[in-house]
């Protein structure tokens, strides 16, 4: 103990991993955003072009955006539907089977089983679902399923039909997060008083009534811890996308995030796929304010 | 735990009068039914996959997997294939070879950095460590483009083109393990600095005042105070950073251009686009690549849990 490292300033500890941040995400966001104001094909694109691809993205790319006809589409569309179906089946599942399981002595087994998908890559799920949902009906369960109630359908192809394909990748993604969300919501629940909610029992509140007047409002801030993973999560969805339908058919499962790799590793329109990676950073930007203004108020009652 | 249980009731009450209460007879077979419905709908994608995988490739085109649970009919056949012919095998070394490192590094790092936002005083501590938690919910997207072509030529990418040994020898990056690695490792340093500083700074400062005042050095208290008292959420942080290298895919698709050194997300990801309806070979190759989080996720499911309620918010 004698050795007299006390000297060593703090920064030999920080340093290194400082440095790694720095070279893996700090410098390469900021050149990203340089990037996004250049043309041309390739990995180093040089011509400057201003806003341009920014006006290319919003006016004139239908598979970002596209407000012509009704009902709108485009990538940003589908990650609007993200957005909302994702994260509010995740949260609501998750919540559902939280508060349920608490009351069944097959707790442990039923949660084990939601929460497996977790620990599965977005690969494999992507293959598990490329089953699931496939039209042959001896391969595709769903549609077995359909078939075995209603004998005279058709067989339905999820991922290849343009009005159906969003819907069921969002399902694929809901079946991956929902163990997230009631793992962190159960511990939650679990440390709510009591006494509050027996109270509630006892003076004759039914159960439907003692949820929504007295649990849900008492969990409003872990189910908002949630809500924004999940939000952040349907925002950077891409590998589940990439790997069931490459973003069709017809372009139509696009995500945001999709739309940055395939412009940069499929279109070699770096400078263009940058700008879809500053619009998603512009979208995750309030979360980031938001999850710091968090921090400070925990600090704070420390 | 029940609530029944926790909170033994007054005596003289009818016995199950608060609970039948809240749930009568029917409330609780809805919730049977209910938790029963939602476990079976999540239990059938991967059962089927996992059927799936040991069936003759012959009957999975005439009949479907849950026509076998009463007629089994397995075989060992489809992953014999899958990891020799499809090179699988190598793909499984692969992937231990990417991920190993890629959680050592990250871990010992962020223990150091996590230590030293806890406990150390320096200029500037709390601005960089809220740059950390900003950096958590950067999307990855925004980096991949200039990390590629600082991997792809990295003394031109610093600018050192001027120091002339440097520009005699290869330092491409692209398509090594030890690029990958640092990739892994930027990446989850965020996550591992903000979970390690915050369970570093809930332990009793007394701890540590009373070692320096017994003379201790930072280095000695962060390695035989700060670290022993930190196993769970070590464990708890290895295997979030495991699992997550485990089944990346994204990363060893870009940086990692090489057909040898594929990883066995990559191989799937391949699989599926050269052999789309091969079932019986995407079977087997994704149980595969789902075994590992698996077995780890059953042998050690209380530090998981432990993991998630300690930090919800990684991206």
Do not use: C
């Not at chain 1, 793992?183 to 709510?192: E, G």
């Not at chain 1, 949630?226 to 589940?240: F, R, S, Y």
């Not at chain 1, 069931?244 to 017809?250: C, D, F, H, I, L």
């Amino acid at each position: 103990m004698s050795r007299g490292d006390r000297g060593w300033s703090p920064w030999v500890y920080v340093l290194p991993a400082l440095l790694l941040l720095m070279l893996f995400l700090v410098l390469p966001t900021i050149q990203t955003i340089w990037l996004s104001l250049h043309g041309g094909t390739g990995f180093s694109p040089t011509q400057y072009v201003g806003l341009q691809n920014y006006v290319q993205l919003f006016t004139r790319d239908r598979f970002f955006l596209s407000l012509d006809e009704w009902p709108p589409s485009g990538a940003v569309v589908n990650n609007v539907l993200w957005l909302l179906l994702f994260t509010g089946g995740t949260v609501s599942l998750g919540l559902l089977i939280a508060v349920l399981a608490d009351r069944v002595r097959y707790e442990p087994l039923i949660k084990a089983v939601i929460f497996v998908p977790m620990v599965i890559s977005a690969t494999a799920t992507s293959v598990i679902f490329r089953f699931v949902y496939s039209p042959d009906p001896v391969i595709g369960v769903v549609n077995a399923a359909l078939i075995a109630i209603f004998p005279n359908l058709e067989p339905v192809p999820w991922l290849g039909r343009t009005s159906l394909v969003n819907i069921a990748l969002i399902g694929a993604g809901i079946w991956i997060w929902t163990g997230l969300a009631m793992t962190v919501l159960s511990a939650a629940y679990k440390s709510l008083d009591r006494e509050v909610l027996e109270a509630a029992a006892v003076d004759g509140a039914s159960a439907w009534q003692t949820f929504w007047r007295i649990t849900l409002p008492m969990m409003i801030v872990p189910i908002g811890v949630v809500a924004v993973t999940m939000v952040i999560n349907a925002l950077k969805m891409l590998d589940l996308v990439l790997v069931m339908t490459q973003g069709g058919p017809r372009n139509a499962s696009r995500t945001i995030a999709f739309t940055m790799f395939w412009e940069v590793f499929n279109n070699s329109l770096a400078g263009y796929g940058s700008a879809v990676a500053v619009v998603l950073l512009i979208l995750v930007a309030p979360i980031i304010l938001l999850q710091i203004r968090r921090f400070r108020a925990e600090e704070a009652l420390r | 735990m029940s609530v029944a249980g926790a909170h033994p009731r007054p005596p003289f009450q009818a016995s199950a009068r608060p609970r039948a209460r809240v749930f009568g007879r029917l409330g609780r077979i809805v919730i049977h039914v209910a938790l029963v419905g939602l476990g079976i709908v999540w239990l059938i994608p991967s059962l089927g996959l996992f059927i799936t995988s040991w069936r003759p490739p012959a009957d999975i085109a005439v009949s479907g997997w849950w026509t076998s649970l009463f007629r089994p009919e397995y075989t060992l056949g489809n992953y014999r294939q899958v990891l020799t012919a499809q090179g699988f095998g190598r793909s499984f070394v692969n992937s231990l070879l990417i991920t190993v490192p890629s959680t050592v590094f990250p871990i010992m790092l962020a223990a150091l950095a996590g230590y030293a936002f806890a406990w150390l005083r320096f200029r500037g501590r709390d601005t960089l460590f809220l740059i950390v938690i900003a950096l958590l919910i950067v999307p990855l997207e925004a980096t991949w483009v200039p990390v590629l072509r600082m991997f792809n030529n990295p003394v031109g990418y610093f600018r050192l083109d001027w120091v002339p040994f440097l520009s005699g020898i290869d330092l491409r990056l692209t398509g090594s393990f030890l690029g990958i690695w640092l990739a892994h490792t930027g990446y989850g340093l965020p996550f591992a600095i903000y979970l390690l500083r915050n369970f570093f700074i809930s332990l009793p400062r007394e701890l540590f005042e009373s070692a320096k005042i017994d003379g201790a050095s930072n280095f000695a208290i962060f390695t035989r105070i700060a670290l022993p008292l930190s196993v769970p959420a070590l464990a708890s942080l290895a295997i979030f950073q495991f699992m997550w290298v485990w089944n990346d895919l994204m990363n060893a698709l870009i940086f990692l251009q090489d057909v040898t050194k594929r990883p066995l997300t990559v191989s799937i990801q391949a699989l599926i686009g050269s052999y789309g309806a091969e079932w019986h070979l995407l079977a087997a190759g994704a149980f595969i690549t789902m075994s590992v989080p698996l077995l780890v996720f059953f042998a050690l499911q209380r530090y998981f849990v432990r993991g998630i309620t300690a930090g919800a918010i990684k991206g």
